[in-house]
């Protein structure tokens, strides 16, 4: 933990294998990974600021996606009741340009916020994805409809 004893992120909420490891050596860094001044030290796609946000192809993609985004406050909070309006407009600006540049036809949107005890994310940094499943994976049909239960 930092000297603020900050929790950045919730190995417990971490998938197995490679991000798992990615986490724990974040958890022992004691830094924010979707902090712009360290994100780009751990995420390796290329990174787009829009606004308040920044914008990324996740290095570590759920199952059976086509497009897995991430969109990332710039600035550190944690919960929902601390996006100013402004950021909410950039915020649905950036999902309908994304969604109509990258033709999605249909998907999944979902933001982390607050307590990773109760939202699953390992990061506690605010943000969302913004998710396009793929129905041609020949493991999408033992899944369907799983994507809110990402592992």
């Avoid at 971490?14 to 995420?43: L, M």
Wanted: hydrophobic share 30%; aromatic share 8%.
């Amino acid at each position: 933990m930092n000297k603020n004893n900050k929790k950045f992120v919730d190995l417990n909420n971490a998938r197995s294998g490679i991000y798992q490891k990615v986490i724990e050596d974040i958890q022992k860094s004691a830094i924010c990974p979707f902090c712009p001044e360290h994100i780009e030290n751990i995420h390796k796609n290329p990174i787009k600021e829009t606004g308040a946000w920044l914008v990324t192809d996740n290095m570590y993609p759920y199952k059976q996606t086509k497009r897995h985004l991430l969109l990332i406050h710039k600035e550190h909070i944690e919960h929902i009741k601390d996006l100013s309006d402004a950021a909410w407009g950039d915020l649905l600006k950036i999902v309908k340009e994304e969604s109509k540049k990258l033709n999605i036809e249909g998907g999944t949107f979902m933001m982390r916020f607050g307590d990773s005890r109760y939202t699953g994310s390992s990061v506690t940094h605010l943000h969302c994805h913004l998710i396009q499943s793929n129905p041609d994976d020949p493991e999408y049909e033992k899944s369907k409809g799983l994507l809110t239960r990402i592992g």
